[in-house]
């Protein structure tokens, strides 16, 4: 279905300009994927947002709306109308589609925000690294895999404009987005990149193409060890979260986040990182443990499965 209609544009420069980069299509309609395609869409980009089904399309379209309502509430107290339009007004920059390559047919920017699989993604770049204009943006917004993995099949043309766009959960909240720069990108790229994410009122923080980039390389070992802490007994879970929160001003304490987060995640991130990341293999910081396993088996994901180290 479609919120507006596909909007056509010429694409005649070479290079990419801030206005080509307007017209955004975002890869996959989950949580990350509809965060994305809304926070474009508040400052009037142009998104398509794509998925495999209209299932999916409708369920990442709720998100959206849900999101939207809040900071509407935020920014018109008092005023239902001016709300409504607001609300509307951004779901009317926000195009649903199945078609994932007539969808990048005139993209300046295609953000992938896929499951976390390599193939996948690959596939996903290869196919549209071809359907895309040949001076569009290719991001991806991966947590753990390397941004030159996935770009590995492309041409040196396109891996010059591949890039990372790491951007955190919740999307509409969280003000930080890591720019991801593989020793390939153009800085061009990167400079687009940049300008990008601020014109979604995003800040940028540009780092190199490492296992975790800046935030999940010092997230994931402060989660686990939060969890090697609780196996050995010093304290329980409660009160870890208690003393990060009033001892060190987090928003959230460990076991919340790992919740919140997803422990399959967690898991995924710390499994590949310990059997071969880049500089962390057998590192024991990455080490899985028994509690995060023996959850992750019993089906205990965190908030999105209503038990993991709490009951939601
Ligand atoms: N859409 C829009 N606004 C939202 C929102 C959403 N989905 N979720 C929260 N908000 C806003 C609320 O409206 C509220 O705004 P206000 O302060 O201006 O009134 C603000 O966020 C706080 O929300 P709440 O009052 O409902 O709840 P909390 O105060 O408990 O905050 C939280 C919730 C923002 C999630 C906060 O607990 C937090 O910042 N937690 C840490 C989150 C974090 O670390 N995220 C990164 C995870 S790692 C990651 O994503 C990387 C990945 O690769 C693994």
């Known amino acids: 279905m479609k919120i507006s209609s596909l909007r056509k544009h010429a694409f005649t420069s070479s290079a990419i300009t801030q206005s080509d ?12 994927g509809s ?8 400052k009037q980009h142009e998104v398509t947002l794509v ?5 999916a399309l409708e369920r990442g379209k709720g998100y959206m709306s849900k999101s939207l309502k809040r900071v509407a ?8 109308k001016a709300q409504n339009q607001f609300v509307e007004k951004a779901l009317g920059h926000v195009t649903l589609s199945t078609n994932a390559s007539k969808s990048v047919s005139n993209a300046g920017l295609v953000v992938e925000a896929v499951v976390e699989n390599l193939k996948a993604k690959q596939n996903i770049f290869v196919k549209l690294a071809m359907e895309a204009p040949d001076n569009a943006i290719l991001a991806s917004n991966t947590s753990s895999l390397p941004i030159a993995k996935i770009a590995a099949p492309l041409t040196l043309s396109q891996r010059k404009r591949f890039i990372g766009l790491h951007f955190f959960n919740p999307v509409p909240q969280m003000k930080l987005v890591e720019v991801v720069r593989s020793d390939e990108v153009d800085q061009k790229t990167v400079d687009d990149a940049v300008a990008f994410v601020k014109s979604i009122g995003k800040t940028p923080a540009v780092c190199k193409d490492t296992p975790g980039f800046i935030v999940n390389r010092l997230l994931l070992p402060y989660m686990m060890e939060s969890i090697r802490l609780l196996e050995s007994g010093v304290a329980s879970a409660r009160d870890i979260d208690t003393a990060m929160k009033l001892g060190a001003g987090y928003p959230m304490g460990p076991f919340e986040l790992c919740d919140y987060v997803g422990l399959d995640t967690i898991k995924f991130i710390v499994d590949g990182w310990y059997k071969e990341g880049a500089g962390l293999k057998g590192n024991k910081l990455f080490e899985s443990s028994k509690k995060l396993d023996e959850l992750v088996q019993a089906g205990s994901l965190g908030v999105k499965s209503g038990k993991g180290f709490y009951d939601y």
């Open 21 to 32: 980069i307007r017209r955004v299509t975002v890869i996959g309609s989950g949580q990350m």
């Open 35 to 42: 965060g994305i395609a809304q926070v474009a869409a508040m």
């Open 51 to 55: 998925d495999v089904n209209q299932e």
């Open 73 to 80: 509430k935020k920014k018109f107290p008092e005023d239902a």
